[in-house]
């Protein structure tokens, strides 16, 4: 193979060497094989230059990561207010501090609503919104960003997808697109999948200490993946095809989608037969083995869980023709949560002599999850709305409040006092935030609903969920 000069003017045979003794020794016999030893060398060499398309809950911290592991990163995102909190050294996303991205900033990251601005990108990786739209998956946000970097792409560069979709997105969809590029994914570009995993609010499993699954289009593509991101985390597992690595993120949520399910519907049969749900999840929690634990609550929220098991649905039922029931179940038990929470709500007041309308109504959490501003989805947000339209006066507290591009606000927001705990007719716990103090919540409210078993062990007017 000939001494190849890449568009620094760098010699790259000794970086080739190194790149193939890396990967143990596979020798390197295809135009695709000499361009991904190539861009091997740039990633361990940290010379790569990265580009993330997105800049949310998942696309910063990958973002923060990369410029902390020595890349030069710029960080795409469309939504100018956050660009801007960005360059001011100002995070929306709890997981990054202001104190991370401004170390990150001193180090050469761009935050930018310019695609021009992504330049001849080595590495871009893809996180942005995949949502339903009346049922059906919405891939116009990952269409948009492919066609961006098509634009840009250069010989030997990576592409990357880590929004959630359906098994088949990245060869049916992202490739072709790359494709009209006039490049050929695999001989002179790399295409591959990488689900994310991001928790929000974790803090014990955080992106770098969370395996990360990865995938490509070919053994090449597949090689620069794991590299890339081996270079990131602390595990990478490798899967055969970015279709089984899609299906990789589907399966784990429609696992946790279903069993919540399972859970809400016996918290509300419970209820009917005079059982307390929650001490016997207790108990079945004492099993070691051949048992999980989930939880009741309002709802289930975030992107993830209310979007990605209707991906599989969807895609089982357009391609096989057949219906997936256990994910058609879960969906009509979970999203029928907010209505039962207000049902309940509503019996509880009357037993109190009092109606919906004109009850004053403090919610306690806004967000779809414990210790996070992330509302997406948020199951509380429908309860609201029910609340709303039944003409309760409805306020809430809500400690992570989302900043830069996030939701209005729905309702006024007051914060969690005795003062306010004592003015409401019923308060109703929606999220269990680490703010909301069950001492001071059992002690001013006169009545109360708690849809998280938060107060379980409290001497209270009210119910369990």
Known sequence: MSDVVDETGTSDAAALATAAEALGGAEVTSPGDELAARLLARIEDRSARVVIVGQGYVG???????????????????????????????????????????????NGYLATDDASDAGAFDVAIITVPTPLRDGSPDLSYVEAAVETLAKRLRVGALVVLESTTYPGTTEELVKPILERSGLRAGDEFFVGYSP???????????????????????????????AFYGSLVDKVVPVRSPAEAELVKLLENTFRHVNIALVNELAMFAADLGIDIWNAIDAASSK????????????????????????LSWRVKRRLGQTFRFVELANDVNEHMPDYVVTRAMVLLNREGRAMRGSRVLVLGLSYKAGTSDWRESPSLAVVERLLAMGAD???????????????????????????????????????????????????????????????????????L
């Open 196 to 226: 994310e995993r991001i928790d929000p609010g974790n803090a014990r499993y955080g992106f770098v200490n969370t395996p990360k699954v990865v995938s490509g289009i070919d053994k090449a593509s597949t090689r620069c993946v794991e």
């Open 394 to 464: 409805v306020v809430a507290c809500e400690p992570y409040l989302p900043d830069a591009g996030g939701p209005e606000l729905p309702v006024p927001v007051v914060p969690c006092t005795p003062k306010e705990l004592k003015a409401a007719d019923l308060v109703l716990l929606l999220v269990d935030h680490p703010e909301f103090l069950p001492e001071d919540i059992a002690k001013h409210a006169s009545l109360v609903l708690d849809t998280k078993g938060t107060l379980r062990h409290h001497d209270i007017n009210g119910e369990i």
């Open 60 to 106: 910063l911290p990958v973002a923060m990561r990369a410029v902390e592991q020595g890349f030069p990163v710029v960080g795409l995102e469309l939504s100018a207010p956050r660009v801007a909190a960005l360059r001011a050294g100002q995070s929306y996303v709890g997981d990054v501090s202001d104190q991370e991205l401004q170390r990150a900033l001193k």
């Open 288 to 311: 070691p083995f051949g048992y999980m634990r989930f939880t009741p609550g309002p709802g289930v929220g975030g992107h993830c869980l209310p979007i990605d098991p209707s991906y």
